[in-house]
Nanobody, 119 residues
Framework: QVQLVESGGGLVQAGGSLRLSCAAS????????MNWYRQAPEKQRELVAA???????NYADSVKGRFTISRDNAKNTVYLQVNSLKPDDTAVYYC?????????????WGQGTQVTVSS
């Protein structure tokens, strides 16, 4: 079982920045992928940033150039740097980890951290 704990959310004005953190209970090199999702009120959860074990990254079009996913293997922590925030970025941000060897059982989620962007 993998535990994920997010932190770093908060209230910020439009144009501001935050750094979200996701601390994993296991070594990141055990996991095939680390992702950040977000869910706004009355909307579906969407993938915003992804990083494979090899370090390849991918971003939703809506956040490209503004969000950056990174990791510190020594700290078992993944980060999401969110810049130039917009009110539309307001959502609960969730960390997700995948261990493909375990199939559906290898899909782990954190509790989420709230990001609120005021105009």
């Amino acid at each position: 079982q993998v535990q994920l704990v997010e932190s770093g959310g908060g209230l910020v004005q439009a144009g501001g920045s935050l750094r979200l953190s996701c601390a994993a209970s296991v070594s990141l090199i055990r996991l095939n992928a680390m992702n950040w999702y977000r869910q706004a009120p009355e909307k579906q959860r969407e993938l915003v940033a992804a990083m494979t074990r090899a370090g390849s990254t991918n971003y939703a079009d809506s956040v490209k150039g503004r969000f950056t996913i990174s990791r510190d293997n020594a700290k078992n922590t993944v980060y999401l740097q969110v810049n130039s925030l917009k009110p539309d970025d307001t959502a609960v941000y969730y960390c997700n980890a995948k261990d493909y060897k375990l199939g559906p059982r290898g899909d782990y989620w954190g509790q989420g951290t709230q990001v609120t962007v005021s105009s």
